[in-house]
C-alpha cells in the first residue's frame, strides 16, 4: 500500500512542479519596476470617442498628463517602418476604413481623423515628446505575426526617451526579442482566458491562458483581464513570486472596488479612479 501511495503521490508531484516552472516570471536580476510606483493608467489616454480626445490621440494623452495619470498605449508599425500609436487590427472602428496600418505609410494615414474628431493618428515619437517623463508609460506593442524585428525600432526610440517605461504584450515572441535584446527593460505578458475571450482554442492560445510561455519568455509583471482574475498561474505570479499584478481594463468603480487587493496597478477608462 505504501508503495501505491508513493507512486501517486510521484505523479502528482512531478506535473505539479512542471506546472510551478512553467509559469515561473524572470526571479534573477529584475529591473527596477518603480513604474508601477504610479497605480492607476489611463487606457489608450484619457479619451472620449465621443468627443475632441479620441483613444490614442494626441488630446487624451495630453488630457491624462495634466490629470496626472499613468498612460497605457499601443504601437504598430506603418508600412514605412513608422511606430504609430493605434489599438485596432483595422482602421474601420476608429477611421471607418476598411484596411490596415500596414497598409498605409504615415503620411497616407494623416487623411483618416479618429472616431468624429479632428485628431489624427500620432506617431510614437510625438507621444513622447509630449509626455516627456510627465507620467510613466505602459507600451504595448502590438504583433501578431511571428516576425517581431520590427521591435529594433521601437526599442531605438525609447531608449532614447527620458521617461519612466516599460513593455507589454500578448505576443510572447515580443518578449523573447527584449529578453534577447534589451533584457534590462521591465517586461510584461499580457493574457487572458482567450477561450472566453475571443473563441481561442488552439493549444499556442492554452499556453498563453495559463503562462505556461513565463519559463521562455520570464516577465516582470502579469497584466491580465479582470473577468478572469482567477486564472492560477495569474495567482502565483503575484503571490508567491511578489510580481506586480495589473488589470486591464477596469471600467467603473463598482469593478475598481471588486478587483481592491486582487491585483495591484490598475488600467481604466470611463471613470475617474
Given amino acids: 500500500m505504501a508503495g501505491k501511495l508513493g ?45 475632441e480626445a479620441p483613444e490614442n490621440s494626441m488630446a487624451a494623452f495630453r488630457r491624462a498628463v495634466e490629470a496626472g495619470y499613468g498612460i497605457e498605449l499601443d504601437v504598430q508599425m506603418t508600412k514605412d517602418g513608422i511606430p504609430v500609436i493605434f489599438h485596432d487590427g483595422t482602421l474601420e472602428r476608429m477611421c471607418g476604413v476598411k484596411a490596415r496600418i500596414e497598409d498605409y505609410t504615415y503620411e497616407q494615414l494623416q487623411q483618416f481623423k479618429l472616431a468624429d474628431s479632428e485628431q489624427s493618428i500620432p506617431k510614437l515619437e510625438d507621444m513622447l515628446a509630449l509626455v516627456d517623463g510627465r507620467v510613466p508609460l505602459i507600451v504595448e506593442i502590438k504583433s501578431e505575426t511571428k516576425d517581431v524585428t520590427f521591435c529594433a525600432v521601437i526599442d531605438r526610440m525609447l531608449r532614447a526617451y527620458q521617461g519612466e517605461y516599460c513593455i507589454e504584450s500578448f505576443n510572447p515572441l515580443v518578449l523573447l526579442w527584449y529578453r534577447r535584446y534589451h533584457n534590462s527593460v521591465v517586461r510584461g505578458q499580457l493574457a487572458s482566458n482567450f477561450r472566453i475571450d475571443g473563441g481561442h482554442k488552439s493549444p499556442l492560445y492554452f499556453f498563453m491562458t495559463h503562462l505556461l510561455l513565463n519559463i521562455f519568455t520570464a516577465p516582470d509583471f502579469i497584466a491580465y483581464n479582470h473577468q478572469f482574475e482567477e486564472e492560477p498561474g495569474r495567482r502565483i505570479c503575484k503571490w508567491l513570486y511578489r510580481h506586480p499584478a495589473v488589470a486591464w481594463t477596469i471600467r467603473s468603480e463598482a469593478e475598481l472596488k471588486k478587483m481592491d487587493g486582487k491585483f495591484d496597478v490598475f488600467i481604466f477608462e470611463n471613470f475617474l479612479p
Fill in 7 to 51: 507512486k501517486a503521490a510521484k505523479w502528482i508531484m512531478i506535473p505539479g512542479a512542471l506546472y510551478l516552472m512553467s509559469v515561473t516570471p524572470r526571479v534573477v536580476n529584475r529591473p527596477d519596476a518603480g513604474i508601477f510606483r504610479k497605480k492607476y493608467f489611463a487606457h489608450r489616454g484619457l479619451h472620449d470617442n465621443a468627443g
